[in-house]
């Protein structure tokens, strides 16, 4: 199945997500799902730096904030299905993970995968989320104007 067939939105949706999984997290909801497929390295994991750019407000002037440390690789499945992986800090193993499932997502596998690994890592997202968002409302203070009797 080509990249155009599955679609951008859904592949950039899948990534991402692989990118921000914790590490731990997905070696343990990858590693069950049995023997690694063989595949040809493109590009080894190799750990680098990219500047992060930001903009005042989401919508000013880009600028500089400063420089992060990712670990990105390519490699090629058997079967022809290339797969891709930008990850955060220096983790080569999450870097092969995330892009052995970008590959193997665009293959026969792919509900398997959703199923197994995809799904399993959205819901952890999402709890972490609502989390903060319990956290950060658990500190709302709400203000109020009292309507005085003069008039």
Not at 80 to 85: L, T
Not at 88 to 107: I, S, T
Request: hydrophobic share 45%.
């Amino acid at each position: 199945m080509s990249v155009t067939e599955i679609g951008t939105e859904a592949r950039r949706g899948w990534m991402g997500l692989l990118a921000r999984a914790p590490a731990a997290r997905l070696a343990g909801v990858f590693d069950p799902l049995g023997a690694t497929p063989g595949f040809e390295w493109l590009r080894t994991p190799e750990t680098g730096g990219v500047m992060v750019r930001g903009r005042t407000g989401g919508t000013g002037a880009p600028f500089n904030m400063g420089e992060m440390t990712v670990t990105r690789c390519a490699l090629r499945l058997e079967t022809g299905e290339v797969g891709h992986a930008y990850v955060q800090g220096r983790d080569k193993a999450h870097a092969e993970r995330a892009a052995l499932v970008d590959a193997l997502m665009q293959g026969p596998r792919a509900p398997e995968l959703r199923e197994a690994v995809l799904a399993p890592l959205a819901e952890a997202e999402a709890a972490a989320r609502r989390g903060r968002a319990a956290r950060a409302a658990a500190t709302k203070v709400d203000f109020f104007t009292m309507v005085r009797g003069e008039g």
